[in-house]
């Protein structure tokens, strides 16, 4: 049976809002001028090897996934393998998660075993690639997928169809991912209209692959009173659902007073990187006395 994640309401709000509440901190300022806030900016997506001629035609992509304009001239972009540093021009900006694409006038890259490096203006580190290598001489690039994700590791990198000054989305998911509207069942699988208040109601729905791989997500669902309150929020992280096939979680919820909730479901990438992978389904359960 699918085990779930959950906790007093109150403190699994505070959980999923965590992520929010430390970006608030970073507001300091509408310009950039504090190394502290760098984490915000990412080397997103890189054009090793383009279809045809390489010279005049590698580029790179910036990412700013935070909340504040970014100054970044006088920033540098350097190659390991190639030793070559490129010093961006004064004046250069990033609007909040927005993309800012530097194209380079030579070869900057190496085709193999390449990693570029993101540096200020004195030489501080903010960003490094993984070690890439591109010799197909097309239009794929190295991106950053989820879009703007950063574990340090060579899983956070994709060879993808380019999104040249876009985010690196989960375009082909959403298309061929689907989610079901909330089914209401008993303890027992039985699918009810209405419980009574001190019942069990479980939510569950049926997600389809219509890939020919497998996808592993975040089923999370949310319930509200008819005042807009978050009553519950619990989530079952890792699911996976085999290639063409359906999966069925199930959420359940002790309902413990009268009245109409709202309720609705989301699934997300991960609770870590929520990558949107579905339009969010609700529905309405009643609970009578």
Do not use: C
Not at 80 to 109: C, E, Q
Not at 169 to 174: L, Y
Not at 225 to 234: P, R
Request: net charge negative; charged share 20%.
């Amino acid at each position: 049976m699918l085990s779930s994640k959950s906790i007093l309401a109150p403190e699994r709000i505070a959980k999923l809002s965590s992520a929010l509440f430390a970006m608030s901190l970073l507001l300091l300022s509408p310009w950039y001028y504090s190394y502290g806030v760098t984490y915000s900016l990412k080397i997103n997506e890189l054009e090793y090897n383009p279809k045809g001629s390489v010279a005049n035609n590698q580029w790179i992509e910036l990412y700013n996934g935070g909340q504040d304009l970014l100054d970044i001239g006088g920033w540098m972009v350097k190659s390991t393998r190639l030793g070559k540093t490129f010093a961006i021009h004064h004046g250069f900006v990033i609007l909040p998660n927005d993309y800012l694409v530097i194209p380079f006038n030579s070869v900057m890259f190496g085709l193999e075993n390449e990693s570029m490096v993101l540096l200020t203006p004195d030489s501080v580190e903010v960003d490094r690639t993984s070690l890439l290598s591109d010799t197909a001489d097309d239009d794929r690039t190295w991106q950053r997928f989820p879009n703007g994700i950063d574990t340090d590791t060579p899983g956070d990198w994709a060879f993808r169809n380019s999104t040249f000054s876009a985010s690196n989305r989960f375009a082909e998911v959403r298309q061929n991912f689907t989610l079901s509207t909330p089914i209401f069942v008993d303890q027992q699988g039985n699918k009810l209209e209405a419980f009574r208040a001190g019942q069990m109601a479980g939510i569950k729905s049926e997600i389809i692959n219509q890939f020919t791989e497998e996808r592993t997500f975040a089923y999370i669902v949310k319930i509200t009173d008819d005042g807009g309150l978050t009553v519950f929020i619990s989530w079952i992280e890792d699911l996976t659902v085999l290639p063409n096939r359906t999966i069925k979680p199930t959420v359940f919820w002790l309902a413990e007073e009268r009245g109409n909730f709202l309720v609705q479901i989301f699934v997300w990438r991960s609770l870590n990187f929520p990558e949107i992978l579905t339009p969010t389904q609700s529905g309405l359960l009643r609970i009578a006395g």
